[in-house]
């Protein structure tokens, strides 16, 4: 019975379109438009995250069923998912002032108050240990923050308490010893902010901290060095919003690990591409985030500039080459590609992306973000070499073609394929009821060269 249940939660997935929307069509050609002015395109391109959010929202909001692929977790956590990682961008639309926020408070509103409800039939269940809501709980605590002033006083007593509960719970239980153990820390800065207290000692923190290489970035396992794109969108990222949120709290260390991981993150940008490697490629529009939160810290006229234009190479590349689909992002690198999507990973998975437009469309209109003029990468400047020993990389930057190439020296002489998605694993998936993606971690992590103008996902 177990596994018929599965089963047929595996097929409530609805697959993604084959073939671009005329909504797709759309906003590419509106994003993509060189005459419009920037903020006039990324407005249009916020709507048309919107919309694929509104369309695809249960009756109460808690849950986005976006097409495509699930993942271990199930049909219900994929949706929480959905919801977790697109409603800090709602919040922060709310939040900067911009055009129809009101029109949004209601939705995030009624979400909250559902999804935190124990006697609701849609509430999000109880976190559990290693288990996928203690992720999500981070970006809920996140909207609850950036909607300290909109949307938080919307919410009555009861709504509030029962989304302190459920979160404190979820700071509670047991990560992995990796990047999860901030999101505890999140979600408890966020919490006590909400409080007006200061965030106390955190072990969970101290603990991360000891992963620290240099550089802005950090290890992502306590055994052995993992270094890859986490470091933007799954380090940086909250690492920002514990100081945004706690400004007393380690401040020096945490404001220098923004600004240098926003340095070395602008020598892996191109027009061209980036040169990822690693897991999690879905989530590959937010590798300019470093940039764009170090404005929040040092607004200085490089800086703004610098973001901007490293905010527009990434998104303008996988926008042109067909990174959107159904009011979502795709679960692969441009187009669905379950090689190199994780058996974690479900349709909502790739909202990660978003991070790179979150802070920045908190930035009301107007604002120095939206009115600096853009400067050029690094890449845009000359070539260079970045020799960085201890992440146990060599970047070079080619300023004649735009490439960027990672070289690992303990990788010398590999280069491993991708293993294929075969028919036999896609019996499996529908006779199991899971995910059944082939494992790909040599392809990620073991080649000796990673390039921007020819991206392993990509490869045939």
Same mark, same amino acid.
């Given at each position: 019975?177990?596994?018929?249940?599965?089963?047929?939660?595996?097929?409530?997935?609805?697959?993604?379109?084959?073939?671009?929307?005329?909504?797709?069509?759309?906003?590419?050609?509106?994003?993509?438009?060189?005459?419009?002015?920037?903020?006039?395109?990324?407005?249009?391109?916020?709507?048309?995250?919107?919309?694929?959010?509104?369309?695809?929202?249960?009756?109460?909001?808690?849950?986005?069923?976006?097409?495509?692929?699930?993942?271990?977790?199930?049909?219900?956590?994929?949706?929480?998912?959905?919801?977790?990682?697109?409603?800090?961008?709602?919040? @922060?639309?709310?939040?900067?002032?911009?055009?129809?926020?009101?029109?949004?408070?209601?939705?995030?509103?009624?979400?909250?108050?559902?999804?935190?409800?124990?006697?609701?039939?849609?509430?999000?269940?109880?976190?559990?240990?290693?288990?996928?809501?203690?992720?999500?709980?981070?970006?809920?605590?996140?909207?609850?923050?950036?909607?300290?002033?909109?949307?938080?006083?919307?919410?009555?007593?009861?709504?509030?308490?029962?989304?302190?509960?459920?979160?404190?719970?979820?700071?509670?239980?047991?990560?992995?010893?990796?990047?999860?153990?901030?999101?505890?820390?999140?979600?408890?800065?966020?919490?006590?902010?909400?409080?007006?207290?200061?965030?106390?000692?955190?072990?969970?923190?101290?603990?991360?901290?000891?992963?620290?290489?240099?550089?802005?970035?950090?290890?992502?396992?306590?055994?052995?060095?993992?270094?890859?794109?986490?470091?933007?969108?799954?380090?940086?990222?909250?690492?920002?919003?514990?100081?945004?949120?706690?400004?007393?709290?380690?401040?020096?260390?945490?404001?220098?690990?923004?600004?240098?991981?926003?340095?070395?993150?602008?020598?892996?940008?191109?027009?061209?591409?980036?040169?990822?490697?690693?897991?999690?490629?879905?989530?590959?529009? @937010?590798?300019?985030?470093?940039?764009?939160?170090?404005?929040?810290?040092?607004?200085?006229?490089?800086?703004?500039?610098?973001?901007?234009?490293?905010?527009?190479?990434?998104?303008?590349?996988?926008?042109?080459?067909?990174?959107?689909?159904?009011?979502?992002?795709?679960?692969?690198?441009?187009?669905?590609?379950?090689?190199?999507?994780?058996?974690?990973?479900?349709?909502?998975?790739?909202?990660?992306?978003?991070?790179?437009?979150?802070?920045?469309?908190?930035?009301?209109?107007? +604002?120095?973000?939206?009115?600096?003029?853009?400067?050029?990468?690094?890449?845009?400047?000359?070539?260079?070499?970045?020799?960085?020993?201890?992440?146990?990389?060599?970047?070079?930057?080619?300023?004649?073609?735009?490439?960027?190439?990672?070289?690992?020296?303990?990788?010398?002489?590999?280069?491993?394929?991708?293993?294929?998605?075969?028919?036999?694993?896609?019996? +499996?998936?529908?006779?199991?009821?899971?995910?059944?993606?082939?494992?790909?971690?040599?392809?990620?992590?073991?080649?000796?060269?990673?390039? @921007?103008?020819?991206?392993?996902?990509?490869?045939?």
């Amino acid at each position: 019975m177990k596994r018929i249940r599965r089963i047929r939660q595996w097929l409530k997935h609805r697959p993604a379109s084959l073939q671009p929307t005329a909504a797709d069509r759309a906003i590419a050609s509106d994003f993509l438009d060189s005459a419009a002015p920037d903020e006039a395109r990324y407005e249009a391109l916020f709507r048309y995250f919107r919309d694929g959010f509104m369309a695809e929202a249960t009756p109460d909001f808690e849950r986005i069923h976006y097409r495509g692929r699930g993942s271990v977790y199930g049909y219900a956590v994929t949706g929480l998912e959905g919801f977790a990682r697109t409603a800090p961008l709602l919040a @922060a639309w709310i939040a900067a002032g911009r055009e129809g926020s009101e029109a949004l408070i209601g939705p995030l509103v009624s979400a909250l108050s559902a999804g935190s409800d124990p006697a609701h039939p849609a509430f999000w269940t109880e976190p559990r240990r290693r288990h996928q809501l203690i992720v999500e709980s981070a970006d809920i605590a996140i909207t609850l923050w950036i909607g300290r002033d909109t949307i938080w006083p919307r919410l009555d007593s009861r709504v509030r308490g029962n989304l302190i509960a459920w979160l404190r719970k979820a700071a509670s239980v047991e990560p992995y010893p990796n990047n999860w153990l901030l999101f505890g820390v999140v979600v408890e800065a966020a919490l006590d902010a909400l409080d007006g207290r200061p965030l106390g000692s955190s072990p969970a923190y101290d603990r991360f901290k000891r992963f620290y290489l240099g550089h802005g970035w950090f290890s992502d396992d306590e055994q052995k060095r993992v270094v890859d794109f986490y470091n933007p969108w799954g380090i940086t990222y909250p690492l920002f919003w514990i100081h945004r949120m706690q400004p007393g709290f380690d401040p020096d260390f945490l404001r220098q690990v923004v600004l240098d991981s926003a340095d070395l993150t602008a020598h892996l940008i191109s027009p061209r591409g980036i040169p990822i490697m690693g897991r999690s490629v879905c989530y590959r529009t @937010a590798v300019p985030t470093p940039l764009v939160l170090a404005t929040w810290v040092d607004p200085s006229p490089e800086r703004l500039g610098v973001a901007r234009r490293g905010l527009d190479c990434v998104w303008r590349y996988f926008v042109a080459n067909g990174a959107l689909r159904d009011g979502t992002l795709t679960q692969g690198y441009f187009h669905d590609d379950p090689r190199v999507l994780d058996n974690y990973s479900g349709p909502g998975s790739s909202h990660w992306g978003l991070r790179s437009l979150i802070p920045a469309l908190l930035d009301p209109a107007e +604002s120095a973000f939206w009115t600096a003029p853009a400067t050029p990468l690094p890449i845009e400047r000359g070539d260079y070499r970045l020799d960085l020993p201890e992440l146990g990389w060599r970047i070079d930057g080619d300023a004649t073609n735009g490439d960027i190439r990672i070289t690992i020296p303990s990788n010398a002489g590999n280069d491993p394929r991708l293993r294929p998605f075969t028919l036999g694993r896609r019996l +499996s998936e529908y006779l199991q009821g899971r995910p059944r993606r082939p494992n790909n971690h040599a392809a990620a992590y073991e080649a000796e060269v990673y390039t @921007a103008l020819a991206p392993y996902p990509l490869r045939p």
